[in-house]
């Protein structure tokens, strides 16, 4: 997963080393609340288990069951999972057709794509608030760096950094893209609501694929009539145009973008975020 922040149109930069900082681009290593409530609670995943048991994989169980003439009892849910990712691997990155794939219809593609994303919408996404809310930082950060932009700018400097890359993983960006509000379904993702979510938008396959990256790009347009006008900013995900979360537009004010982020800019603090509550060493009394 990369981070792109162009500033402007860059002819020929020269590049300092790359510097590791896992407290920005792997913030969920560093959020204790997500590591105690998320991470390392076995029932966070509650709908990923759930699902696993239910009719939809149970249905997939037996048929492969009966294609490779095995045992019913032989197979889990977890082993059907690393046959259809052997599949989904192989076409992926070699452009080779596994037999593995051969023991899957699409329909049970489709089962199985929505068991990941369960576990991704649940662990990554707008399961737990934490999930997206442990990014702030990266949040502020890009930002900061769009400011500082947008300062020299003004002043007439030249821009010290007109491109910023940043490389993490999608369990960088999923969170970052729930913070700002995108692929949210009006229902969550359950294990009970298969057949009501086959048009959701949370679709990690789609939102993260491999090598998949967030573009931000801002604009100086110098025949603006009015300052605010003067600076607008574009996003693109994998490399294709993304509208505001909030508005089917593709280019926003730099200020408008900003308002709208207000709370998370202001407000979002990770150390405050990522606390966990205190027990209460005193009992209520009745």
């Known amino acids: 997963m990369c981070l792109f922040q162009l500033c402007g149109l860059v002819r020929y930069m020269e590049c300092g080393p790359p510097r590791v900082n896992d407290k920005l681009m792997r913030f969920f290593d560093h959020c204790e609340k997500f590591l105690t409530e998320v991470e390392k609670n076995a029932t966070a995943l509650y709908h990923v288990e759930a699902f696993k048991t239910g009719p939809e994989m149970q249905n ?43 023991v899957f219809d699409i329909d049970d593609a489709k089962v199985l794509e929505y068991l990941n994303d369960l576990k991704q ?5 707008y399961g737990y608030t934490i999930n997206s809310r442990s990014s702030c930082t990266l949040f502020q950060d890009i930002f900061q760096h769009l400011d500082k932009a947008v300062a020299q700018k003004q002043r007439s400097q030249p821009i010290s950094s007109p491109v910023i890359l940043q490389f993490g993983h999608a369990e960088t960006l999923l969170p970052l893209l729930s913070l700002m509000g995108y692929f949210k379904d009006k229902e969550p993702l359950t294990a009970y609501n298969y057949k009501e979510q086959m048009h959701r938008k949370f679709r990690s396959g ?35 145009v993304l509208p505001l979360a909030y508005s089917p537009e593709t280019v926003s004010f730099y200020e408008d973008l900003k308002n709208h982020y207000k709370d998370i800019l202001q407000s979002c603090q990770t150390s405050e975020e990522c606390e966990l509550a205190k027990a209460n060493s005193t009992s209520d009394e009745l």
């Open 206 to 240: 789609h939102i993260v694929p491999y090598a998949s990256n967030l573009i931000f790009v801002l604009y100086h347009c110098e025949n603006a009539k009015t300052p605010k006008e003067q600076f607008r900013v574009q996003m693109l995900l994998n490399e294709k």
């Open 121 to 125: 919408y649940w662990k990554r996404g």
């Open 60 to 102: 997939i169980l037996k048929k492969v069951a009966a294609t490779l003439q095995v045992p019913v009892n032989d197979l889990n849910a977890d082993l059907i999972q690393v046959a259809f990712f052997t599949c989904s691997f192989d076409l992926a990155i070699k452009g080779v057709k596994s037999p593995w794939c051969d």
